[in-house]
C-alpha cells in the first residue's frame, strides 16, 4: 500500500526538489535547538541534526512517512552553516574562494517500523572570488537562510567553478537517492 511523505522541513529547496519528482508531501514543522550539537566532524553533524529533527516530530499513523534532512559546508576543519551577519557571510566566502570544499546532507527516513539514514557528500570547487564581488553578493541579502552563506541554484551560481557528485545535494536534498530509497518506503512519484 502506498505511504504518505511528511516533510519535516521548512526548507523551500527541499519542497520544490520534491514538487520537482512529483512525490506528494504534507509539511510538519520540526523544532529543535541545533546548538546541542557538539561534534566537529561534518558527516557526524548533519546525521545527528537529521536524527533530531526526524525525532523530534510524531508519527500520525502507520501510513505515514517522516524525512528530515540537514545540510553543512565544510573546507579543511571548520563546518560552515547559515550565516548569522555579514561578517560572517565574508568569512565564510572568501575562505571558500578559489578553493574546492565539501557539502554534506544528511537524510532521514522513518516510518512506524522502520528507520534509514543516509549521508551524500558532493564537492564545490569556487574560482578566486574578488572582494568587491563578494561584498556585492552579500548586499543580496542570498547568503543568510543557506550553509556556507551562498545558494548554487541562485545568484550564488556565479562562484562555481565545477561540481564533484550530486548537485542537488548541494541545493538540501540528493533528490534521485531518496527517490530511491522512499520506493523502499512505499513512497511513489504520482502523475
Ligand atoms: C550550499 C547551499 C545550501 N543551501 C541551503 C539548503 C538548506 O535549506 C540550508 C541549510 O540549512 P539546514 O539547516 O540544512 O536546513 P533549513 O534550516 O533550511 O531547513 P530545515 O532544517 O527546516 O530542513 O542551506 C542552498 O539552498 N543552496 C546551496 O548552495
Known amino acids: 500500500m502506498t505511504k504518505h511523505l511528511i516533510l519535516a522541513s521548512s526548507s523551500p529547496r527541499r519542497q520544490e526538489l520534491l514538487h520537482q519528482v512529483k512525490i506528494p508531501f504534507t509539511i510538519r514543522k520540526p523544532n529543535v535547538d541545533e546548538s546541542q550539537v557538539k561534534t566537529t566532524d561534518p558527516f557526524e553533524k548533519v546525521k545527528q541534526l537529521a536524527i533530531r529533527k526526524g525525532h523530534n516530530l510524531q508519527l500520525e499513523n502507520k501510513d505515514e512517512v517522516l524525512l528530515s534532512s ?16 555579514k561578517e560572517e557571510a565574508y568569512q565564510m566566502i572568501s575562505t ?17 517500523d522502520d528507520e534509514f539514514i543516509f549521508v551524500e557528500s558532493t564537492n564545490v570547487e569556487f574560482w578566486p572570488l574578488r572582494e568587491e564581488e563578494i561584498n556585492w553578493y552579500i548586499s543580496t541579502n542570498e547568503p543568510y537562510d543557506k550553509a556556507g552563506a551562498y545558494g548554487i541554484q541562485q545568484t550564488g551560481a556565479m562562484f562555481v567553478k565545477q561540481v564533484i557528485g550530486d548537485y542537488y545535494n548541494v541545493v538540501g536534498l540528493p533528490i534521485s537517492r531518496v527517490v530511491r530509497e522512499l520506493r523502499r518506503f512505499s513512497v511513489y512519484p504520482e502523475a
Open 70 to 85: 540537514d545540510t553543512v559546508v565544510s573546507y579543511k576543519k571548520d563546518i560552515f552553516e547559515k550565516p548569522k551577519n
Open 96 to 112: 571558500l574562494s578559489g578553493n574546492i570544499h565539501e557539502v554534506f546532507t544528511a537524510v532521514m527516513i522513518r516510518s512506524s
